[in-house]
């Protein structure tokens, strides 16, 4: 179980951008979890090699969550007995993705207008598992919910919930609602970890002022797992390294053009805040293979 008594630091789930790579970059900067990206049990009864990639990990990884989706209780059931993730700490289930092609098949967050669904799902899920259990959820998706769900997820066998506190609606603009947060905490009896707009220590100390037990970092993760490291102040923070774990991580398991089209992102954003970005961008989008791509970015990192 998380150790909550030492207010965690976990890095969420995002979906294309959690790699095993990254993942391991974030445990080494001071993660106190870290969580796969999203994974289908359904996809996983029947092409396993499809999400087999997304379940590598790494010796760096501290405690690692594999966060699970779906709408069947069946899938889910043979999900969490699969081979894949027997090397799991934790399981999360999601039920907050607002993304339309999954509330479209009643999934994330479209659970949250079907708690007798939700709970069972989590019971089914609870009882076939000897590792916590959290569910990650929003304020809503037709309606704020949140406070009824919260307890739901807690009377169904949930040890902890992560609470993105931004409606379907809002995906991923304004301002995450901390109010909500607060009274979510004050609801349940089970440990409450805060997700949204945590990017800096200012912004950790006001999540904290909700009386949250952890912290869920994502957005403020993207080209900055460094962040960890000055969250819990800690020094000599080498990014460039960083980088170039990040790569040779993947370069473990991945062919090299897979890596080159899927890591441009990533280098993207590990180059927004540094001096004269849009130029360093440009070059990083033309760059012709990863060791020039990490050669441009050194000059600047150095």
Known sequence: MMNFDKFPIMLAPMAGVTDVGFRAVCSAFGADSTTTEMLSVRAMAHNPQKTEFMTLTSPEEKHKIAQIFGHEEEYFERAVKSKLLQKFDAFDINMGCPAPKILKNGEGAALMDNPILASK???????????????????????????????????SGADYVVFHARTVEQ????????????????????????????????????????????VMIGRGALGRPWIFAQL???????????????????REHFEENWIKLYIRKHLLWYAKDLPMASTIRLKLANCSDLDECLAILQEFFI
């Open 232 to 250: 819990k102040e800690r020094q000599n923070i080498d990014k460039f390294d960083a980088i170039k774990t990040h790569i040779n991580i993947l």
């Open 121 to 155: 799902i989590i019971e089914t899920v609870k009882k076939n598992i000897n590792r916590p259990l959290s569910v990650k959820f929003r304020k809503g998706n037709k309606s704020p919910n949140f406070l009824e769900f919260g307890r739901m997820c807690q009377d």
């Open 171 to 214: 995906g991923y603009s304004g301002h995450a609602d901390y109010d909500a947060i607060a009274s979510l905490k004050a609801k349940l009896t089970i440990p409450v970890v805060g997700n949204g707009d945590v990017v800096d220590k200012g912004s950790l100390e006001e999540m904290k002022k909700t009386k949250v037990d952890g």
